[in-house]
Structures are given as structure tokens and as C-alpha cells.
């Protein structure tokens, strides 16, 4: 099994500019989790969906952040205008349907290191 | 009431040592009761979990202490190895968090060779 793959693994943009952030969940799994992580703040749960809808949005920042699950094997997270407080490491973890002993277990992927200049 | 605390920040151990990382919760709704690790450049991943039927759980040198009562657990790591220097995060999750992980904030261990 491949693990959660993401995409790109670092990305340097200039503030103002759009970021793009992808992830392909793990083949089976319906739930997909995008996360930010800093020093400062930790590990934050921006938005969670459950198979491709979107149920938990209450982490986005603020409306310069979207995200999108076109179909199972594949999510976006979307940054327009970037600014240089957006600067973390983003990651995606997916999880597997309800209802087996790990059913809560997230598989993370290995994160997008964003720095916005 | 959905958050969980955890302590240490950091915390430095010499090789050999059992280091205990703590959690502490409110929700009684919970019932599960993660550990995940991260290593620098990658991200978490599961360590052990425990529910709270059981008030230890052991895999290897890592061992899940629970206290219902207190709402409160701890991990720790037996005979302590510089491999095991990483970023440690609790977590819980239950019925009324619609079964998300709500993280503690981690802790950074250092294992002193």
C-alpha cells in the first residue's frame, strides 16, 4: 500500500499568490482530514470530509482557504491570496470506514512544508 | 469540554529512563484514546490506543496507562532508546466529537544517549 500521498512535498510562493495543495487518500478509506501544524499552534483540524462531502469546516481560517474532494481517491486544498502567516506544514490523513477495530486510526500523509514570502 | 491537555511541552530523558507523557480530558463521552508519534519530517503516526475497558495496555516498550475516574492517561516508554526521540501527541474521540480526534497540544521527548 502506497500510504497517503501528497503533493508537492515543499512549495515557496510569494505572498498574494494562489497554492494549490493535493492529496490522494489511502485506495478504501472515506474519510479524508486536512491539517495544519506550526510551532505556535500545534496540530489544527482544518476540514474533514466523509465520504467526498465535506462535514466539518469550523478549522478553515477564513475564506482564503477551500477545499475540494472530487471524488474518493483524490482532495484539494486551495489558498487564494496567500499570505506569509499561512506559512506551516499541511497535512492530509485519511481513515478507513466505521465499524472495524481501527476504524479511528488516521493515516497521515508526509505534509507539504508551505512557506509564503 | 472538548479539549485534552497534555504535558509535558518537552521533556529529556537519558537512555534507559521510562519518560511519562500525560493527558487529561472532560468529555466522559469519549472512548478512545490514541498515541500518535511524529518524527521531524513526517507526519503522525499511530502508536497505541487504548478504549477504556482497560486500564493498561501494552505493546512492546510502550505502555497506555488509563484512569477513567480521573479522566485522565499516560504513556510510557520502558527502557528508553535515542530512536525513540520524536513528538508525541495524545488524542481521544468520541460519539458527541462525531468520532474526530481531538489532539493534545504534544510532546517534544529527547533521549539522551
Known amino acids: 500500500d502506497a500510504g497517503v500521498i501528497q503533493s508537492p512535498r515543499h512549495e515557496v510562493t510569494e505572498m498574494g499568490q494562489e497554492v494549490t495543495l493535493r492529496c490522494k487518500p489511502i485506495s478504501g478509506h472515506n474519510s479524508l482530514f486536512w491539517y495544519r501544524q506550526t510551532m505556535m499552534r500545534g496540530l489544527e483540524l482544518l476540514i474533514y470530509?466523509?465520504?467526498?462531502?465535506?462535514?466539518?469546516d469550523s478549522g478553515m481560517p477564513e475564506d482564503r482557504f477551500s477545499a475540494k474532494m472530487p471524488n474518493a481517491s483524490f482532495s484539494t486544498l486551495k489558498i487564494q491570496p496567500s499570505e506569509p502567516r499561512d506559512s506551516a506544514v499541511y497535512f492530509c490523513?485519511?481513515?478507513?470506514?466505521f465499524g472495524g477495530g481501527e476504524t479511528d486510526t488516521q493515516y497521515f500523509g508526509p505534509g507539504t512544508r508551505l512557506t509564503v514570502l | 469540554q472538548q479539549q485534552v491537555k497534555q504535558s509535558p511541552q518537552s521533556l529529556i530523558v537519558q537512555k534507559g529512563g521510562i519518560p511519562i507523557i500525560n493527558c487529561a480530558y472532560e468529555n466522559t463521552a469519549f472512548d478512545y484514546f490514541p498515541w500518535y508519534q511524529q518524527f521531524p519530517g513526517k507526519g503522525p503516526a499511530l502508536l497505541i490506543a487504548i478504549r477504556p475497558d482497560v486500564s493498561e495496555k501494552k505493546e512492546g516498550r510502550f505502555t497506555i496507562s488509563f484512569n477513567k475516574s480521573a479522566k485522565q492517561f499516560s504513556l510510557h516508554i520502558m527502557d528508553s532508546q535515542p530512536g525513540d526521540s520524536a513528538t508525541y501527541f495524545c488524542a481521544a474521540s468520541g460519539w458527541d466529537s462525531n468520532y474526530q480526534l481531538i489532539w493534545g497540544a504534544g510532546t517534544k521527548l529527547i533521549i539522551k544517549p
Open positions: 490523513a485519511s481513515s478507513p470506514p
Open positions: 470530509f466523509n465520504n467526498n462531502v465535506p462535514i466539518d
